[in-house]
C-alpha cells in the first residue's frame, strides 16, 4: 500500500505532508516528525482518511491548533489529521454563530463581537481551535463552552454524522461526550445574546490584558499544564511547593505564572515530561493533592 498517494487521491498532494515535524503544529513548539500530516477540507475528506486508516490499521489523531498537546521527540507514528485552516468559516444567523472545528476561538470570538452578540468573550484569548474547545469544554474566567453551546456535528468512529445538542454532549470539567466516545467535532453552534459591541469589546480588552500581565505568553507552552483539583488552584498548590521557576534543561515552571509549564527555547518533549513528574512528586509531597496533566501526550517519547 502507498498510503501517502492514497491520501493525496483523497486531498489533494497540496494538503499532504511526510515527516513533518510536530513542532511546527503545537504551541509548546515541541514534537518529532509525524509520518504524515494531512489537512482535511470538508467532513467527506475527513470520513474517508479516517476510514482508510482504521482499515489498514494505521493510527491516526486528530489535532486542532496543537494548543492543549505535547508530541514526543521521536514523533508520531501514523497520520496526523489536522482539521484547522480548511475547515474554519464562521457565520452568524440572528444571534447564532455557525463556525466549523477548525475555527480559531479568537476568531470566533471577533465575530460574535462585530454582529454584537455577547457571552463568548471569555473565550476570546484562548488559542485553541472551536472543534478542540467543545471536545474538552474548554473555559477561562468564569466561562466555559457549555455555556454557550447549542448543538455540534460529529463524526463517529463508525463513520456516522451525529447533530448532539447541548445536552447531549454532556459536558464537564475538560471533557464531553466527544472525548468519552473518541467522536471528532465537525461543527458547532453557539446561542449568544444581543449586547453593545462597545461593551463586548471593553470586556475582551479587559481579558487580554490580564492574560498578557499573567501569563507567560512570550514563551511556548500548552497552556495550563494541569486540571483544577477540586477546591484548589494547581498554579498556588506548585507555587506553595517552591517550585517556581524550577527548570529541567529548556523546560520551566513558569516564574510569571505557576500553572504553566513552558519552553524556554529549545525544549525537548523528555525534559517537559520529567519536571512534570517531579512537580507531581513534589507537590504530592508538600500537600498531600496529586495533580492531573491537562496536556494530552501522543507519539513516541
Known amino acids: 500500500?502507498?498510503?501517502?498517494?492514497?491520501?493525496?487521491?483523497?486531498?489533494?498532494?497540496?494538503?499532504?505532508?511526510?515527516?513533518?515535524?510536530?513542532?511546527?503544529?503545537?504551541?509548546?513548539?515541541?514534537?518529532?516528525?509525524?509520518?504524515?500530516?494531512?489537512?482535511?477540507?470538508?467532513?467527506?475528506?475527513?470520513?474517508?482518511?479516517?476510514?482508510?486508516?482504521?482499515?489498514?490499521?494505521?493510527?491516526?489523531?486528530?489535532?486542532?491548533?496543537?494548543?492543549?498537546?505535547?508530541?514526543?521527540?521521536?514523533?508520531y507514528r501514523g497520520v496526523i489529521i489536522q482539521v484547522f485552516k480548511n475547515m474554519s468559516s464562521i457565520r452568524t444567523e440572528g444571534t447564532q454563530i455557525h463556525a466549523q472545528a477548525g475555527a480559531l476561538l479568537s476568531k470566533t470570538a471577533a465575530s460574535a463581537c462585530r454582529a454584537g452578540l455577547t457571552g463568548l468573550e471569555f473565550a476570546s484569548g484562548i488559542p485553541g481551535t472551536l472543534g478542540g474547545a467543545v471536545r474538552m469544554n474548554a473555559g477561562a474566567y468564569g466561562g466555559e463552552m457549555k455555556q454557550v453551546l447549542r448543538c455540534a456535528s460529529v463524526l463517529t468512529p463508525r463513520g456516522e454524522v451525529l447533530t448532539l445538542s447541548a445536552d447531549e454532549m454532556k459536558m464537564g470539567y475538560r471533557t464531553s461526550i466527544v472525548s468519552k466516545m473518541d467522536y471528532i467535532v465537525?461543527?458547532?453552534?453557539?446561542?449568544?445574546e444581543p449586547g453593545e459591541r462597545e461593551t463586548i469589546k471593553a470586556r475582551m480588552d479587559e481579558?487580554?490584558?490580564?492574560?498578557?500581565?499573567?501569563?507567560?505568553?512570550?514563551?511556548?507552552?500548552?497552556?495550563?499544564?494541569?486540571?483544577?483539583?477540586?477546591?484548589?488552584?494547581?498554579?498556588?498548590?506548585?507555587?506553595?511547593?517552591?517550585?517556581?521557576?524550577?527548570?529541567?534543561?529548556?523546560?520551566?515552571?513558569?516564574?510569571?505564572?505557576?500553572?504553566?509549564?513552558?519552553?524556554?527555547?529549545?525544549?525537548?518533549?523528555?525534559?517537559?515530561?520529567?519536571?512534570?513528574?517531579?512537580?507531581?512528586?513534589?507537590?504530592?509531597?508538600?500537600?498531600?493533592?496529586?495533580?492531573?496533566?491537562?496536556?494530552?501526550?501522543?507519539?513516541?517519547?
Open 1 to 75: 500500500m502507498d498510503l501517502y498517494n492514497e491520501l493525496c487521491a483523497i486531498t489533494g498532494d497540496k494538503n499532504v505532508f511526510r515527516d513533518e515535524p510536530m513542532s511546527a503544529h503545537t504551541t509548546f513548539r515541541i514534537g518529532g516528525p509525524a509520518d504524515y500530516l494531512v489537512t482535511p477540507s470538508d467532513t467527506e475528506e475527513i470520513q474517508k482518511i479516517t476510514d482508510l486508516c482504521r482499515a489498514h490499521e494505521i493510527p491516526h489523531y486528530i489535532i486542532g491548533n496543537g494548543s492543549n498537546l505535547l508530541v514526543g521527540d521521536r514523533g
Open 207 to 301: 481579558l487580554k490584558e490580564k492574560r498578557v500581565s499573567k501569563q507567560p505568553l512570550e514563551f511556548g507552552s500548552a497552556g495550563s499544564t494541569f486540571k483544577r483539583p477540586e477546591g484548589y488552584f494547581a498554579g498556588k498548590l506548585i507555587e506553595d511547593a517552591g517550585l517556581r521557576g524550577l527548570r529541567i534543561g529548556n523546560a520551566q515552571v513558569s516564574e510569571k505564572h505557576c500553572g504553566f509549564v513552558i519552553n524556554l527555547g529549545g525544549a525537548s518533549a523528555a525534559e517537559v515530561v520529567e519536571l512534570m513528574a517531579e512537580v507531581v512528586r513534589r507537590v504530592e509531597e508538600d500537600s498531600g493533592v496529586r495533580l492531573e496533566p491537562e496536556v494530552k501526550r501522543i507519539g513516541e517519547f
Open 186 to 192: 465537525l461543527e458547532a453552534v453557539l446561542a449568544l
